[in-house]
């Protein structure tokens, strides 16, 4: 049991030294490890297709920009080409009013011409004008365009990135979780068998049902969980040695409250022991 305490989240890794610790309570340590483990892997699981739901819309965010600026260019150039040609017709038409002009007879044929030939002109300008303002229009669009294949870029490499974690979490928690849970029925199993700890895994089921988790560590006279103080007397009792059969529950949250000798007494421990221990919590 030791050895999957240290291996779980979070960790509560009991070195085997005894323990004035109730049975029921520490297996239930052990349930609430496994438990929260359980929670933290399906959670990773039910995150990973939301991130890449996420990516994927990002993606799709970076293609509809790409394609509106793609598309803006595409008409600032048909708007170029419908420009140069209307020149290109008033060119013609100045080219055959000037030769009509050569040949004019009258002064008012003269004249006539010449206004003609100067609408043109007018024209003319107006376009080149326009065109300018086109081609400002799309020196920004071309810079728009190339922030625009970036982000695609970006969010490209982002999907592919989520798609792979996605897959790296199913194949890493989905067994894990299998294992999991089979160690949680086990553990639940032998909690249910005896009478002394059937009732102890009903208050951890109901408590843990509304809070999330249904066992709580007391430490320097409170319940690590929701950090109200614990009594002094039901402190005495917890830590008392001859109440080490009986359980105690949090007075403002309703867990159930262990309490590990070690944190209180970490002095005591000789030298050599102490070491021992040590090699032991690290070659595990
Ligand atoms: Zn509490």
Redesign the pocket.
């Known amino acids: 049991m030791y050895a999957l305490l240290a291996c779980l989240r979070p960790r509560y890794s009991l070195p085997s030294i005894s323990l004035p610790m109730n049975a029921a309570l520490e297996q239930l340590v052990t349930l609430q490890a496994i438990d929260l483990e359980l929670k933290r892997l399906r959670d990773q699981l039910a995150e990973a297709p939301k991130r890449v739901a996420t990516a994927e819309a990002a993606k799709k965010q970076a293609e509809a920009s790409l394609a509106a600026t793609q598309a803006s260019l595409a008409k600032e150039d048909a708007l170029r080409r419908r420009h140069e040609s209307d020149i290109a017709d008033h060119r013609n038409k100045i080219a055959r009013l000037k030769r009509q002009l050569d040949a004019a007879t009258s002064t008012q044929q003269v004249a006539a011409y010449e206004r003609e030939i100067a609408f043109g002109n007018d024209s003319i300008g107006k376009l080149e004008e326009e065109e300018l303002y086109s081609m400002e229009r799309t020196e920004t669009l071309d810079a728009e365009l190339v922030s625009h294949t970036k982000t695609l870029e970006a969010a490209q490499a982002a999907l592919e990135r989520a798609r792979a974690n996605s897959a790296t979490l199913v194949e890493r928690n989905k067994p894990a979780i299998m294992a999991l849970d089979a160690e949680r029925t086990k553990v639940r199993a032998d909690l249910a068998a005896s009478d002394a700890s059937a009732a102890p895994l009903a208050t951890y089921d109901r408590v843990s049902k509304g809070k999330g988790t249904g066992i ?1 560590e007391a430490i320097d006279h409170k ?1 690590s ?2 950090q ?1 103080m614990v009594r002094p007397q039901r402190w005495n009792d917890l830590t008392g040695r001859e109440h080490a059969n009986d359980l105690y529950t ?1 007075e ?2 309703g ?1 159930l409250l262990f309490w590990d000798p070690r944190r209180d007494t970490p002095g005591p421990w000789p030298p050599g022991e102490r070491l021992a221990q040590t090699k032991a919590a690290t070659t595990q």
């Open positions: 709580s319940c969980a929701c109200m949090c403002t949250c867990r």
